[in-house]
């Protein structure tokens, strides 16, 4: 039977797919009418327990409202705003302006289970500003008006320690964003979450219940520079560590202070002559062949025995014996080739051979696994320095030092990995990912969400220009990309002189997008509750046919296009490409590198363009609903099945 939800552009219900999941994993806990029993769930889990009324578990008010919340659709969407992008074209980075609960509903498909890393930066409770009321839905005019296109900003609540809900409306808050924020995690996903004393306990408790307790990794524990004075001077907060599937969760990898490896081989060359090559003390080798033991560079022993030879973490894992004394001559004639590798315990391994006829070289690898739980390297004022060096000032009350971040990238990402930010605040993480970038060579990318807050009328900020916390993100970014572009100039000034300026340029830039109403009216639509459902579908059609007649010229049918193709699970990312094979309508092919569908946005499909699916059925179509007669849909999904889509 149709319902309102069929007509309805929203993103993915998660609570019907997580229903659907069940009846298809376990039918027999279903009535025939396809309602779930709850007396058969309590007794799968135990049946023992099914008349049970006290148990361990974390409760709060409101719990099961933001539970509801975050699995349930948003029928808002994300429009292109190509001005205040930099470098579109050359880039998958994302910032997204708008409240971050909606924006990741609507990211939900698209990046589910894609994202490596998130890190968040979320409200710390302190009992003054509290941004997140979660009061944005499509209804609720206070946010469309003062944020969705306004460019004032949002006003912002507040969470008094008097108001009697003061930790519940915090956890509402954090609960609702972690739960979906966890579907968009890779099995081999961490995330990574600042906060202080006021909410740890809470939020270890909350993470426990959406991560799972056997996810935990580690609470690290920040030395930020940020003191407050009572019976102790407290300088430290804190960030909890959690795994999606800690078991699928690789041990880290971070080069940190001295080791072997630091302190090894150098490679002889004119600037680096045979007297400077230092062996460090304790470092062996020894050869396949040969025995030769010697003592040159500075002095230290050189300990070779036949076979190969592994030094674990810097120490020799077997007993070497000195069997003759080998010349500076003999040992730079020879080949020395090492080799590093992580034993099944953790330890760095590394081993040394000799051959003929070669050079002495040893590659750098990295000197330990282990990030420490106590972080000590960086501080809040770190941070205000960053910020500042790039827009003048700092603007911001202790900014999270993008030093910092990178630590946390550098460790658990690689390559194209994608990092979520979606508390951004002043955009620590985009500048993190860039320069870690930069330095490695790779392209790891960024997805920023910051709600549009005012900033304070009497500040800094407010009086150059940033109106809104956002457009200090969008800034400081931006800024970032110029200053490495310049870097690359100063550089290697012929990759952009010669022809080599989209190589240059990749992955340096982001588009920025904005949270807006729906372009669709029908969302508007109220049911009247005197009426039946098959009464109120019937109304809403013809909702539909009046209130979207002119959907097309009214419009902007790339916003439409950027719309329909989020809620049919699209990354932002996708491109278009008009396909000149139908003559009778404006078809494009829409990508984004994994999904692909052909799309048009005509107020009527004509009928040579319908046969065309008829011989080629294996791809996909959308169209708008209204284009379409009875005939003609009917067709549709005769050809495509479930490839047609009417939006």
Same mark, same amino acid.
Request: hydrophobic share 35%; charged share 30%.
């Given at each position: 039977?149709?319902?309102?939800?069929?007509?309805?552009?929203?993103?993915?219900?998660?609570?019907?797919?997580?229903?659907?999941?069940?009846?298809?994993?376990?039918?027999?806990?279903?009535?025939?009418?396809?309602?779930?029993?709850?007396?058969?769930?309590?007794?799968?889990?135990?049946?023992?327990?099914?008349?049970?009324?006290?148990?361990?578990?974390?409760?709060?008010f409101?719990?099961?409202?933001?539970?509801?919340?975050?699995?349930?659709?948003?029928n808002?969407?994300?429009?292109?705003?190509?001005?205040?992008?930099?470098?579109?074209?050359?880039?998958?980075?994302?910032?997204?302006?708008?409240?971050?609960?909606?924006?990741?509903?609507?990211?939900?498909?698209?990046y589910?289970?894609?994202?490596?890393?998130?890190?968040?930066?979320?409200?710390?409770?302190?009992?003054?500003?509290?941004?997140?009321?979660?009061?944005?839905?499509?209804?609720?005019?206070?946010?469309?008006?003062?944020?969705?296109?306004?460019?004032?900003?949002?006003?912002?609540?507040?969470?008094?320690?008097?108001?009697?809900?003061?930790?519940?409306?915090?956890?509402?808050?954090?609960?609702?964003?972690?739960?979906?924020?966890?579907?968009?995690l890779?099995e081999?996903?961490?995330?990574?979450?600042?906060?202080?004393?006021?909410?740890?306990?809470?939020?270890?408790?909350?993470?426990?219940?959406?991560?799972?307790?056997?996810?935990?990794?580690?609470?690290?524990?920040?030395?930020?520079?940020?003191?407050?004075?009572?019976?102790f001077?407290?300088?430290?907060?804190?960030?909890?560590?959690?795994?999606?599937?800690?078991?699928?969760?690789?041990?880290?990898k971070?080069?940190?202070?001295?080791?072997?490896?630091?302190?090894?081989?150098?490679?002889?060359?004119?600037?680096?002559?045979?007297?400077?090559?230092?062996?460090?003390?304790?470092?062996?080798?020894e050869?396949?062949?040969?025995?030769?033991?010697?003592?040159?560079?500075?002095?230290?022993?050189?300990?070779?025995?036949?076979g190969?030879?592994?030094?674990?973490?810097?120490?020799?894992?077997?007993?070497?014996?000195?069997?003759?004394?080998?010349?500076m001559?003999?040992?730079?004639?020879?080949?020395?080739?090492?080799?590093?590798?992580?034993?099944?315990?953790?330890?760095?391994?590394?081993?040394?051979?000799?051959?003929?006829?070669g050079?002495?070289?040893?590659?750098?690898?990295?000197?330990?696994?282990?990030?420490?739980?106590?972080?000590?390297?960086?501080?809040?004022?770190?941070?205000?320095?960053?910020?500042?060096?790039?827009?003048?000032?700092?603007?911001?009350?202790?900014?999270?030092?993008?030093?910092?971040?990178?630590?946390?990238?550098?460790?658990?990402?690689?390559?194209?990995?994608?990092?979520?930010d979606?508390?951004?605040?002043s955009?620590?993480?985009?500048?993190?990912?860039?320069?870690?970038?930069?330095?490695?060579?790779?392209?790891?990318?960024?997805?920023?969400?910051?709600?549009?807050?005012?900033?304070?009328?009497?500040?800094?900020?407010?009086?150059?220009?940033?109106?809104?916390?956002?457009?200090?993100?969008?800034?400081?970014?931006?800024?970032?990309?110029?200053?490495?572009?310049? $870097?690359? !100039? /100063?550089?290697?000034?012929?990759?952009? @002189?010669? %022809?080599? +300026? &989209?190589?240059?340029?990749?992955?340096?830039?982001?588009?920025?997008?904005?949270?807006?109403?729906?372009?669709?009216?029908?969302?508007?639509?109220?049911?009247?509750?005197?009426?039946?459902?098959e009464?109120?579908v019937?109304?809403?059609?013809?909702?539909?046919?009046?209130?979207?007649?002119?959907l097309?010229?009214?419009?902007?049918?790339?916003?439409?296009?950027?719309?329909?193709?989020?809620k049919?699970?699209?990354?932002?990312?996708?491109t278009?490409?008009k396909?000149? $094979?139908? !003559? /009778?309508?404006?078809?494009?092919?829409? @990508?984004? %590198?994994? +999904? &692909?569908?052909l799309?048009?946005?005509?107020?009527?499909?004509?009928?040579?363009?319908?046969?065309?699916?008829?011989?080629?059925?294996?791809?996909?179509?959308?169209?708008?609903?209204?284009?379409?007669?009875?005939?003609?849909?009917?067709?549709?999904?005769?050809?495509?099945?479930?490839?047609?889509?009417?939006f």
């Amino acid at each position: 039977m149709e319902n309102i939800n069929d007509y309805m552009p929203l993103s993915n219900d998660w609570n019907k797919e997580r229903l659907e999941t069940l009846k298809k994993m376990f039918p027999d806990l279903f009535s025939n009418e396809g309602n779930l029993n709850i007396n058969e769930l309590k007794k799968l889990v135990d049946a023992d327990s099914v008349n049970e009324t006290e148990r361990y578990e974390f409760r709060w008010f409101g719990k099961s409202a933001a539970k509801r919340k975050a699995f349930s659709p948003s029928n808002a969407t994300l429009i292109f705003d190509e001005k205040r992008s930099v470098n579109p074209n050359e880039t998958d980075n994302l910032i997204i302006e708008g409240e971050n609960l909606e924006v990741l509903k609507l990211l939900s498909t698209a990046y589910r289970e894609k994202i490596k890393c998130i890190y968040i930066d979320p409200p710390y409770n302190t009992g003054k500003d509290f941004v997140y009321s979660d009061n944005y839905s499509q209804d609720k005019r206070a946010y469309w008006e003062d944020a969705g296109v306004i460019e004032e900003g949002l006003k912002i609540d507040t969470n008094t320690e008097t108001d009697g809900r003061y930790h519940s409306n915090w956890l509402n808050m954090i609960y609702s964003r972690l739960l979906i924020a966890r579907q968009l995690l890779r099995e081999d996903g961490v995330i990574f979450i600042s906060i202080d004393d006021i909410e740890i306990t809470h939020l270890r408790k909350l993470c426990n219940e959406v991560f799972g307790e056997e996810n935990f990794v580690s609470n690290l524990i920040w030395k930020s520079g940020r003191t407050a004075a009572s019976h102790f001077t407290n300088e430290h907060e804190y960030i909890l560590c959690f795994a999606k599937n800690k078991t699928e969760l690789p041990l880290f990898k971070f080069e940190g202070e001295e080791s072997i490896s630091d302190r090894a081989i150098k490679r002889p060359s004119e600037k680096n002559p045979v007297s400077q090559i230092n062996f460090p003390k304790g470092m062996d080798f020894e050869c396949e062949d040969k025995i030769f033991p010697s003592e040159f560079g500075n002095g230290e022993p050189i300990k070779v025995v036949n076979g190969v030879f592994e030094a674990k973490d810097g120490k020799l894992a077997n007993d070497v014996t000195l069997e003759a004394a080998w010349t500076m001559k003999d040992m730079i004639e020879s080949w020395i080739d090492g080799e590093t590798v992580i034993d099944q315990k953790g330890q760095i391994v590394t081993r040394f051979f000799f051959k003929d006829n070669g050079v002495l070289q040893y590659e750098k690898e990295k000197g330990t696994i282990h990030p420490k739980s106590i972080i000590v390297d960086y501080s809040t004022k770190n941070g205000t320095n960053a910020l500042k060096a790039l827009l003048g000032k700092p603007y911001f009350d202790f900014p999270k030092p993008p030093a910092l971040l990178r630590h946390f990238y550098e460790v658990v990402t690689d390559e194209e990995d994608i990092v979520l930010d979606f508390f951004a605040g002043s955009g620590s993480t985009g500048e993190a990912v860039l320069e870690l970038n930069k330095d490695e060579l790779k392209n790891r990318k960024f997805i920023l969400v910051q709600i549009p807050e005012l900033t304070d009328k009497k500040s800094d900020a407010f009086k150059d220009g940033f109106k809104k916390i956002s457009d200090i993100t969008i800034e400081r970014n931006k800024r970032v990309v110029e200053k490495i572009i310049e $870097e690359k !100039k /100063k550089e290697q000034p012929d990759l952009f @002189t010669n %022809g080599h +300026k &989209e190589d240059a340029l990749k992955g340096l830039g982001f588009k920025v997008f904005k949270l807006v109403k729906s372009n669709f009216p029908r969302v508007e639509f109220a049911p009247d509750p005197e009426k039946s459902t098959e009464e109120n579908v019937e109304l809403l059609k013809k909702y539909i046919r009046d209130k979207e007649a002119q959907l097309i010229t009214a419009f902007n049918r790339d916003e439409l296009v950027t719309e329909i193709l989020i809620k049919n699970g699209f990354t932002l990312n996708y491109t278009l490409t008009k396909q000149d $094979e139908f !003559k /009778k309508n404006e078809i494009f092919f829409a @990508t984004d %590198g994994e +999904k &692909e569908t052909l799309i048009c946005l005509d107020i009527s499909i004509d009928m040579e363009t319908v046969e065309h699916f008829k011989k080629h059925n294996t791809q996909k179509f959308i169209c708008l609903e209204r284009a379409l007669d009875t005939t003609k849909k009917w067709n549709l999904k005769h050809y495509l099945g479930d490839k047609f889509n009417a939006f």
